[in-house]
Every structure is written in structure tokens, then in C-alpha cells.
């Protein structure tokens, strides 16, 4: 699958935010999208998913433009940066919900196993997005969008989702944003960079530099 935005224009209170945009993300690649604090990556990702609306914008899968909302296709998935998960959910009504494996889960991160029983509330923020990031990658949709997965979670739990998400993009694709920029180029097959409304292609954190993202 090749999916493809182009044409997008997008202002809040007479300020452009985005202008231009032109992102492809293909299945077996992952596609990465770096970028400061509101230049608008996740308002980039709410378009592709089809819960913000811009004044112009032209999403494409395989060549065909899309009428309808990606969400209401049934065929994408989307991790927002605030929190996804009901707080008064129950941990094993979660993965019900996703229809996901919780023993599948306990395998690769077995400190959670304590967890199944509790509620959404009684974890910390960085077990709530291993969770909920672990969800969305399972979720059995061929478009994945995750925005700043990697926020506040351990070191150690950083490694296997990235793991997980080269594993998934076989089947899916896949489009991250992050503001860890060393794990977004690492796990990364295709790079932009989201500057002044535009979207930059990036092959070298050198590239970054002459962007002026890096110091």
C-alpha cells in the first residue's frame, strides 16, 4: 500500500500552519516526521486520520483519492499525543476491547502481568503509553499513526515497541512523529522534516543541522 497527502493548507486564527505538505508512506517502510514543538506534525496526523479538517487537502491510497475520512474506512489506527485510553477502564477490558492477546503482551513486557486486573488510573504515564502504544500496533489496520509514542516511557520499554513497530511494518503503514529525534532517524526508512509549513525530505541528521533543528 502507498499512501500519499498532498495539497494541504491549514491556519488557526489567520496564522499558516501548514502549506504545501507533500508526506508518502509506502507498507514495509517506516515514515518518520520531525519537526519543533507546534509546527504542526499532529495536526498533520489528525488530517491523514480525518478528525481535524484543512481548508485544502488531497489523501491518496495507491493512487486513488480518498472521499472519505480515513477513520471511517476501518483501515487506520491512530495513537494522539493525550491520553487514549478511558481512565476508569480496566487494563484486561482494554486489550478485549482491541480484540489483542494479554499472555502475548505479559511475554514481552513481563512486569505487567501485575497490572491485568487494574484500572487505566493506577498507571503511571509512561506503563499507560507502553500499553496504549502496544495496542494501536496490534490493532490489525493496514495505516498505523503514532504521535510521540515514545513520551515518557523507560529506556528499556523504548527498545522492544521499537522493536515491535519493525516488526509491524511488513504488514502496515506506518507513520511516527517524535521529539526523540535519535530514535525517529534510528528506526526510520523515510524521513521528513516539518519546517515553516513544509515538509522537508531528511537523510542525515548532517541535514538537520543545515535545517537548523540541531544545534
Known sequence: MKLEIDNIELSFNHKRILYGIYLKAETGKIT???????CGKTSLLRIL?????????????????QKKKLYKTGEVAYLPQHQLLPTGLKIHAAF????VEWHLFIT??????????NRISELSSGEL??????????????????????????????????QIIQRK??????IITDHFYQEIMEIS??????????????????DLKNEGYLS
Open 96 to 99: 478485549d476491547y482491541f480484540n
Open 129 to 162: 503509553r507502553v500499553i496504549e502504544t502496544y495496542l494501536v500496533l496490534n490493532s490489525n489496520k493496514k495505516i498505523i499513526l503514532l504521535d510521540e509514542p515514545f513520551s515518557f516511557i523507560a529506556p528499556i520499554y523504548v527498545e522492544k515497541i521499537k
Open 108 to 117: 514481552i513486557f513481563p512486569s505487567f502481568e501485575k497490572y491485568k486486573k
Open 169 to 174: 511494518k511488513e504488514h502496515c503503514t506506518i
Open 189 to 206: 526508512d523515510t524521513i521528513y522534516l516539518l519546517k515553516e509549513g513544509y515538509c522537508k525530505p531528511i537523510s542525515s541528521k548532517k
Open 49 to 65: 486520520f480525518g478528525s481535524l479538517s484543512s481548508k485544502y487537502s488531497n489523501v491518496r491510497i495507491d493512487g486513488v483519492y
Open 32 to 38: 518518520g516526521i520531525l519537526g519543533r514543538n507546534g
